[in-house]
């Protein structure tokens, strides 16, 4: 049966190939949303096909939609994107995977050199054609090349949050084989990385020869690369390698622990082994030669007399000597949230109502919740003026008087101009909570003023957050054209803070300026830039980046209570 992540890919093709084809915008976000809606739901979609229920309840699924969803379930198959890989391509979904090649690049490489394979595009950047083309440039054109070079060799990497789902149901659909008695997912994934390569999935089980044939059998395998006694690769239609391994029950934790990593980790725990008369591999810790642990993960590092270090931490980045001395932080976790300070509702580009966001957050217990809508300035959606803006702040005051059990703050996402002036004029910003400030425009400024651009801005006494700070789409654009580090000195100079943006797409901050910024003293927001209800959901995902970046809970801003966050929004005062 197909999983809502599978089902959501057919629409997701059928945008990109509407997009490239110049169909009308409102068709293809159409298919974008109902993509959107299919992911987000927190039950099967091919289950209420086949029971039946009525599919046009969802939210952006009109009855043609609901009837091409059954399509989808029925036969596994879509006519719609059929009819549309005819026109063009079905390699042309391939090329949309590579970073930084969105539909409409992909457009102008059909329409301007009639690429639409792979290898077409390879031969196309080999000969430097790429880089005359508008929007590319040269540094595109290697990053192009590199990436297909990656591709070849089988290393193309996806995003952690793209990987989740797959390896969701590929331990859903492991755990029916019998003789399966353990099963642990390791490697870059189960440390968390914004992006991954492959999956490790170690095995315990008391029949490796009906594992193997049981894992080389799940259906969305595309090839197998390799097939044997105690380990097999396979490639699933999504381009994702996934190297399986079974292991002996009683070297089941150090086989964990040797295949999460990080490399660099793993080397500095076997020197540190050595220094302590001790061997320790894949098959666990020996001293003299005898095993003295293996069954357990957290029996390796107690055998080195240190502290069990979480996966999310193990880059060789100082962690194992703070394990050693017992210092190691105390990880944020997802209960420790108290709110979400920025999400859209339908007044600007969301797709819910506030009161549809308030139960959605409600049901997470939540004490607090920002309604955070774009300002007039941006250049792509929707944004509200300053009279739109003080008709929903009013709007949100007369919700709060009929609310139990949860607030709503009063906050925008300020668009920051290029000479750093906020988006809104004093009056309306002084109505406010609290701001969310961001970026949307003008992206190509040079590095130093960009920099400069963000830091005139938090020179405005009611600047409050700056939104994705460093402007990272994973995959697509690296987060390199500020000075982040300069610019959390800023903020730690004027009170302000900074967000994790937990849009998987984003997650940003990365975990190293989380950190710098933890060193800093200035609090980070995760916030989940949810534009529908679903959405509110890749809180999780902020978290587990924010435990890369050794935040614990009072180095998190939204961890406060309400009364000690509305303390915390007036400027200069002391951080709790």
Not at 392 to 416: A, C, H, P
Request: charge should be neutral; charged fraction near 25%.
């Amino acid at each position: 049966m197909l999983t809502n992540s599978e089902i959501a890919i057919f629409f997701e093709k059928v945008a990109n190939l509407l997009e490239i084809d110049g169909a009308n915008p409102f068709r293809i976000r159409a298919y974008r949303l109902a993509a959107d809606t299919i992911k987000t739901l927190a039950h099967s979609a091919a289950d209420m096909v086949n029971d039946n229920e009525n599919i046009t309840r969802l939210p952006g699924i009109g009855k043609d939609l609901a009837g091409q969803i059954s399509e989808i379930v029925k036969t596994g198959a879509l006519s719609r994107l059929e009819t549309l890989e005819q026109k063009f391509s079905p390699e042309l979904h391939q090329i949309l995977k590579l970073p930084g090649l969105g539909p409409k690049k992909v457009r102008v490489l059909y329409e301007k050199l009639n690429i639409c394979t792979l290898g077409a595009l390879q031969e196309a950047a080999v000969q430097g054609k790429l880089q005359a083309l508008p929007g590319f440039g040269a540094k595109t054109e290697q990053h192009i090349l590199q990436e297909l070079t990656l591709r070849s060799q089988g290393k193309a990497r996806v995003s952690w949050a793209a990987a989740e789902p797959i390896v969701k149901s590929l331990i859903t659909y492991l755990e029916t084989e019998a003789s399966i008695t353990e099963i642990a997912v390791a490697g870059s994934f189960r440390r968390r990385k914004e992006t991954v390569g492959d999956i490790d999935v170690l095995v315990a089980g008391q029949n490796p020869t009906a594992v193997i044939a049981h894992f080389v059998a799940f259906s969305p395998v595309e090839r197998v690369l390799a097939r044997g006694q105690t380990k097999s690769s396979v490639v699933l239609q999504s381009g994702l390698q996934i190297d399986l391994r079974i292991v002996a029950r009683d070297s089941f934790g150090a086989a964990l622990h040797y295949f999460t990593g990080s490399q660099r980790h793993n080397i500095a725990i076997r020197k540190l082994a050595h220094k302590k008369g001790l061997r320790i591999n894949e098959y666990g810790a020996f001293k003299n030669g005898q095993p003295i642990a293996g069954r357990h993960e957290k029996d390796i590092y107690a055998a080195l007399d240190m502290a069990f270090i979480e996966p999310e931490l193990r880059e060789d980045r100082g962690e194992i000597k703070a394990a050693l001395a017992k210092r190691l932080p105390e990880l944020i976790n997802p209960q420790d949230i108290c709110g979400d300070l920025h999400c859209h509702t339908i007044d600007s580009d969301g797709f819910n109502t506030i009161e549809e966001m308030v139960r959605a957050a409600k049901k997470k217990k939540y004490q607090y919740l920002a309604v955070s809508n774009h300002t007039w300035g941006h250049p792509y959606v929707h944004g509200l003026d300053p009279e739109e803006t003080l008709t929903l702040i009013k709007k949100i005051d007369q919700i709060n008087q009929k609310l139990d059990g949860l607030t709503l703050l009063k906050s925008m996402e300020v668009d920051i101009l290029e000479d750093g002036s906020l988006d809104l004029p004093e009056q309306v910003l002084k109505a406010l909570d609290f701001t969310v400030c961001s970026i949307h425009a003008e992206l190509n400024l040079d590095r130093t003023k960009q920099t400069e651009r963000i830091i005139r801005a938090m020179d405005n006494p009611y600047f409050t957050i700056l939104g994705h700070p460093s402007g990272q789409l994973i995959n697509q654009k690296a987060g390199d054209k500020v000075d982040m580090p300069r610019i959390i000195e800023a903020a730690r100079q004027r009170g302000c803070f900074l967000e994790l943006n937990a849009n998987p797409d984003r997650l940003d901050l990365n975990d190293t300026y989380c950190r710098i910024a933890k060193e800093n003293k200035v609090l980070i927001a995760i916030s989940t830039d949810a534009h529908r209800i679903g959405q509110l959901d890749y809180m999780r995902l902020g978290v587990g980046q924010a435990r890369r970046g050794w935040l614990e809970a009072n180095d998190v801003l939204n961890t406060r209570s309400l009364e000690q966050l509305k303390r915390l929004f007036n400027r200069g005062s002391q951080q709790m």
